[in-house]
């Protein structure tokens, strides 16, 4: 019996002490810093994850940029829980069809998937296009009071 109470124990501990590490995710997802927007080229096809985690509930904005331009890419964006669950989604509530998502959320970990949205659909590929973009994280906690 003091032998299942020690194992319990331990599991006990582990779970605590991880719940203070941040979630893992594979290298190529990107973190999203509240200092410092994500500038980058969203290829044809390619998908981008970004993550953030918020300590205590935020309202949040979360938007994309592009150039000024009409021949460029179309960010989608797709947020979800840590766990997988979809939050919201957004293809061009922004400005010039970018993203845009306000929400209020929760503390945890967030994931951001983004994607161009308009897709290529010529046979000979789309070097015309201009696939600079920007990500922004902005956060304002929310008072207890």
């Known amino acids: 019996m003091l032998k299942?109470?020690?194992?319990?124990?331990?599991?006990?501990?582990?779970?605590l002490s991880l719940q203070g590490i941040a979630q893992p995710f594979p290298d190529d997802f990107i973190p999203l810093d509240t200092q410092q927007s994500y500038h980058g080229e969203l290829g044809e096809n390619q998908v981008v994850r970004f993550f953030f985690t918020l300590e205590q509930t935020s309202d949040i904005r979360l938007?994309?940029?592009?150039?000024?331009?009409?021949?460029?890419v179309f960010p989608d964006a797709v947020l979800f829980t840590a766990e997988g669950r979809v939050v919201t989604r957004d293809w061009s509530s922004g400005q010039g069809r970018n993203f845009l998502i306000q929400r209020r959320l929760q503390p945890g970990t967030y994931v951001l998937r983004v994607e161009d949205g308009r897709g290529c659909g010529s046979l000979h590929g789309c070097p015309e296009i201009i696939r600079d973009y920007e990500v922004i994280l902005q956060v304002t906690e929310v008072s207890p009071f």
């Open 4 to 15: 299942s109470f020690s194992i319990a124990l331990c599991g006990c501990l582990l779970v």
């Open 63 to 72: 938007e994309s940029r592009t150039p000024n331009r009409s021949n460029t």
